[in-house]
């Protein structure tokens, strides 16, 4: 019989104030930060993902923060790994482990497991591969729209590497990998976990989303997108694609103006702000925060739930 490996999850929109929750959790309960933010993993791109300074970063113990170039592949499947080991390492510690980020999807690969998808044909495969090179990614979404809406549903129209999944998946099996997940859902938890949201009314959260990308631009975020094209990174890798560097770059292309960057920018990051504010509010087993405040009741809450134990 063994504990079961506890860990609090600080969760929320875009800038809704994650970092410095769980900077301040990390402190009170002695505990370490992995970071589950799928872009902060990039070295040289701070401005854009938000990176905790290196002032902040020097408060706690960070993890998974500048491990990779920004031309390097990472997944889920390499956050789970990762951060399985960490997990492992802390726990033996007897660190409090706290989780702090964005991006859902690590984290629910993390909790449920890595969902096994069968294996693709090299036909399929390059099937997908090639309507996406010689059509593009609208092709592909409305090619997903006919033969699996509900797939399509959930993704955005621009995300090509989980449209190309998903159209693999029905191409080869016939199957939704939206059913499948659903199946996978019923798996038994790997860790026992408690989320902490910051929860903001949505207009003020839009209006922090809006002021960041201004305070990014002011900063230096086209700066910093000029020097990683000057370094030889390009446009066409995933990094460069995302929300921020994605407008930037193609302000210095002068396809657009500045004006037109700082838009696009923002409402890109409103607009995911919005699928992760539905993403939370299916979890019930949720602790809801006053904005970012975390109050002294908020605190005990968290160390109750850390210091327990439930044996298997």
């Known amino acids: 019989m063994k504990d079961t490996v506890r860990i609090a999850v600080v969760v929320g929109p875009t800038a809704a104030g994650k970092t410095e929750i769980g900077i301040k959790l990390a402190q009170e309960l002695e505990g370490e930060i992995i970071s589950v933010d799928s872009m902060q ?7 854009g993902t938000a990176k905790p300074t290196p002032e902040l970063l020097s408060l706690v113990p960070h993890h998974l923060i500048d491990i990779l170039n920004p031309d390097e592949i990472y997944n889920a499947g390499r956050f789970v790994a990762d951060a399985d080991g960490i997990i492992k390492k802390l726990s033996q510690e007897k660190k409090t482990i706290i989780l702090v980020g964005g991006t859902n999807l690590y984290i629910r690969a993390l909790i449920n497991g890595i ?129 921020g560097y994605r407008q930037t770059v193609a302000y210095l292309k002068q396809q657009i103006t500045k004006d037109e960057m700082i838009a696009d920018i923002q409402q890109k990051s409103r607009r995911y702000a919005k699928k992760q504010l539905t993403w939370y509010k299916k979890h019930n087993q949720v602790h809801q925060l006053e904005r970012n405040n975390l109050s002294k009741s908020d605190l005990a809450a968290v160390r109750e739930f850390m210091n327990h134990r439930l044996f298997q």
């Open 41 to 47: 993993i990039y070295r040289w791109m701070n401005i």
């Open 115 to 243: 969902i096994e998808v069968p294996e693709i044909s090299e036909e399929v495969r390059s099937s997908v591969r090639s309507l996406a090179a010689e059509s593009g990614v609208c092709a592909c979404y409305e090619k997903l729209k006919t033969l699996d809406p509900k797939s399509a549903e959930k993704l955005h129209p621009n995300d090509i590497s989980r449209i190309s999944r998903a159209l693999e998946v029905i191409l080869e099996t016939g199957t939704s990998i939206q059913e499948m997940q659903s199946h996978h859902g019923f798996r038994q938890k790997r860790y026992i976990v408690k989320y902490i949201c910051a929860t903001w009314p949505r207009e003020e959260i839009y209006d922090r989303i809006n002021r960041r990308v201004h305070l990014m631009v002011d900063e230096g975020l086209i700066e910093e997108t000029q020097k990683l094209l000057e370094m030889g990174y390009t446009e066409d890798l995933p990094s460069l694609n995302s929300i």
